[in-house]
C-alpha cells in the first residue's frame, strides 16, 4: 500500500490543545505541513472562538477516525445570562433580556433537568444541511431556518463557579459530559430559557473527547518547536494509531495469518477469540497494529481496515 505522504510516513495521533481563533481546519492545515504528510484529519471540530482538546490523526491513523466519532465530550462552558444571542454563542448579536435575573440556587438545581436524554434544537447557525444548503448559510441570507429537534445525552451538568458581579447579567462556569453531537451553545440557550432569562455561551474549553484529555494535550508552541530539525520530530509526539481502542480486544498473529490478513482475506485465528466483540486488533508477530476486524460467525474474523501492506505467503518464501 503506497503512503499518500510527502515526508517520512508519520503514522498516530497527535492531541493538539487547540487555541482561540483558528478552525479545526485550519489546524489539520498546519500539521500537515509541519509533517509534511497529506492524510491528516481530526476527531471533532471546535468552533474558532473555543479551546481544548482537538485530537489530530495522521498517516494511517487516519483510517480509524470513525471510530472516535462517537466518543463522549466533556467541556467547561461559560454561561452569559441575561442576554440571547442569534448565534446562541459570543460572536452573535445580543438582545438583553428585560426580565430578573435568575439566582445561583435556581440554575444549579435547573440543571438536573438537562442529564439524561434530552431532545435539543441545534442552533440556526451551525453546519446542518438543509435540502442540500448549510443552515448558517441560510441563517446569514436571513432565512429562516427549522431544524428538527435531536435526541442527545448529558451524563453530568455540574456548577463550578458564579459570578453575579454585574447583578444583571450574572455568568456560570458549568462543567459538562455529553454524548458526541451535543451542541453546548444550545445548552446555554436552553438553561437560560428554562430558568426565565435568556442566556447565550460566552467560552468553551473542551476538556475531554473519548480517551484524550487536556492533560495530554500539546500547545502548538510545542508542536512547532517538535519539528525544527524537521517532520520526523513529530514522531515522539504521537500516540499510537490504536489509542483509546483498547476496548477492541487483541489477537495475536501468527506469519501465515498476517499474510491473509494483509491481503484482506478473513481468518480462523489459532490463538482463538477473546471474547464477543464488535471490533477487534490484530497484531503482526512483532507486536505492531496490522488491522482491525469485525467477526463473521464461527470464529473467523474478518479485516476491515488492514494497515499493513500485502506480505508474501511465508510458505513461498521458505520455497
Same mark, same amino acid.
Given at each position: 500500500?503506497?503512503?499518500?505522504?510527502?515526508?517520512?510516513?508519520?503514522?498516530?495521533?497527535?492531541?493538539?490543545?487547540?487555541?482561540?481563533?483558528?478552525?479545526?481546519?485550519?489546524?489539520?492545515?498546519?500539521?500537515?505541513?509541519?509533517?509534511?504528510?497529506?492524510?491528516?484529519?481530526?476527531?471533532?471540530?471546535?468552533?474558532?472562538?473555543?479551546?481544548?482538546?482537538?485530537?489530530?490523526?495522521?498517516?494511517? %491513523?487516519?483510517?480509524?477516525?470513525?471510530?472516535?466519532? @462517537?466518543?463522549?465530550?466533556?467541556?467547561?462552558?461559560?454561561?452569559?445570562?441575561?442576554?440571547?444571542?442569534?448565534?446562541?454563542?459570543?460572536?452573535?448579536?445580543?438582545?438583553?433580556?428585560?426580565?430578573? %435575573?435568575?439566582?445561583?440556587?435556581?440554575?444549579? +438545581?435547573?440543571?438536573?433537568?438537562?442529564?439524561? $436524554?434530552?431532545?435539543?434544537?441545534?442552533?440556526?447557525?451551525?453546519?446542518?444541511?438543509?435540502? @442540500?444548503?448549510?443552515?448558517?448559510?441560510?441563517?446569514?441570507?436571513?432565512?429562516?431556518?427549522?431544524?428538527?429537534?435531536?435526541?442527545?445525552?448529558?451524563?453530568?451538568?455540574?456548577?463550578?463557579?458564579?459570578?453575579? +458581579?454585574?447583578?444583571?447579567?450574572?455568568?456560570? *462556569?458549568?462543567?459538562?459530559?455529553?454524548?458526541?453531537?451535543?451542541?453546548?451553545?444550545?445548552?446555554?440557550?436552553?438553561?437560560?430559557?428554562?430558568?426565565?432569562?435568556?442566556?447565550?455561551?460566552? %467560552?468553551?474549553?473542551?476538556?475531554?473527547?473519548?480517551?484524550?484529555?487536556?492533560?495530554?494535550?500539546?500547545?502548538?508552541?510545542? *508542536?512547532?518547536?517538535?519539528?525544527?530539525?524537521?517532520?520526523?520530530?513529530?514522531?515522539?509526539?504521537?500516540?499510537?494509531? $490504536?489509542?483509546?481502542?483498547?476496548?477492541?480486544?487483541?489477537?495475536?498473529?501468527?506469519? $501465515?495469518?498476517?499474510?491473509?490478513?494483509?491481503?484482506?482475506?478473513?481468518?480462523?485465528?489459532?490463538?482463538?477469540?477473546?471474547?464477543?466483540?464488535?471490533?477487534?486488533?490484530?497484531?503482526?508477530?512483532?507486536?505492531?497494529?496490522?488491522?482491525?476486524?469485525?467477526?463473521?460467525?464461527?470464529?473467523?474474523?474478518?479485516?476491515?481496515?488492514?494497515?499493513?501492506?500485502?506480505?508474501?505467503?511465508?510458505?513461498?518464501?521458505?520455497?
Amino acid at each position: 500500500m503506497a503512503r499518500s505522504s510527502l515526508g517520512p510516513g508519520l503514522d498516530g495521533i497527535l492531541v493538539v490543545d487547540k487555541p482561540i481563533g483558528p478552525t479545526s481546519h485550519d489546524i489539520v492545515a498546519l500539521v500537515r505541513r509541519l509533517a509534511a504528510t497529506r492524510r491528516v484529519g481530526h476527531g471533532g471540530t471546535l468552533d474558532p472562538f473555543a479551546t481544548g482538546v482537538l485530537p489530530v490523526f495522521l498517516g494511517q %491513523a487516519t483510517r480509524v477516525v470513525e471510530y472516535h466519532l @462517537g466518543d463522549r465530550k466533556r467541556y467547561t462552558a461559560t454561561v452569559c445570562f441575561g442576554a440571547a444571542s442569534t448565534t446562541d454563542d459570543l460572536e452573535g448579536e445580543l438582545t438583553p433580556h428585560t426580565g430578573p %435575573a435568575p439566582e445561583r440556587s435556581v440554575v444549579e +438545581s435547573a440543571l438536573n433537568a438537562f442529564t439524561g $436524554d434530552v431532545s435539543q434544537r441545534p442552533p440556526a447557525f451551525s453546519a446542518i444541511k438543509v435540502g @442540500g444548503r448549510r443552515a448558517y448559510a441560510m441563517a446569514r441570507a436571513g432565512e429562516e431556518v427549522a431544524l428538527r429537534e435531536r435526541t442527545v445525552r448529558i451524563f453530568a451538568m455540574t456548577l463550578l463557579s458564579w459570578d453575579d +458581579s454585574d447583578a444583571d447579567r450574572p455568568i456560570a *462556569v458549568i462543567d459538562v459530559e455529553c454524548s458526541a453531537g451535543t451542541y453546548v451553545r444550545a445548552l446555554a440557550r436552553d438553561l437560560g430559557e428554562r430558568v426565565g432569562n435568556a442566556a447565550y455561551l460566552g %467560552a468553551l474549553r473542551r476538556t475531554m473527547t473519548g480517551p484524550f484529555s487536556e492533560t495530554i494535550s500539546l500547545d502548538l508552541d510545542a *508542536v512547532r518547536a517538535s519539528v525544527a530539525d524537521g517532520p520526523d520530530g513529530l514522531r515522539a509526539l504521537l500516540l499510537p494509531i $490504536d489509542a483509546g481502542l483498547e476496548h477492541f480486544p487483541e489477537v495475536a498473529l501468527t506469519a $501465515d495469518e498476517l499474510a491473509a490478513v494483509s491481503k484482506g482475506q478473513y481468518i480462523r485465528t489459532e490463538a482463538g477469540v477473546p471474547r464477543d466483540a464488535e471490533r477487534y486488533r490484530l497484531r503482526a508477530p512483532d507486536g505492531s497494529l496490522a488491522a482491525i476486524a469485525t467477526p463473521v460467525g464461527a470464529g473467523r474474523l474478518a479485516p476491515d481496515k488492514v494497515l499493513v501492506p500485502p506480505r508474501p505467503d511465508p510458505a513461498s518464501v521458505r520455497a
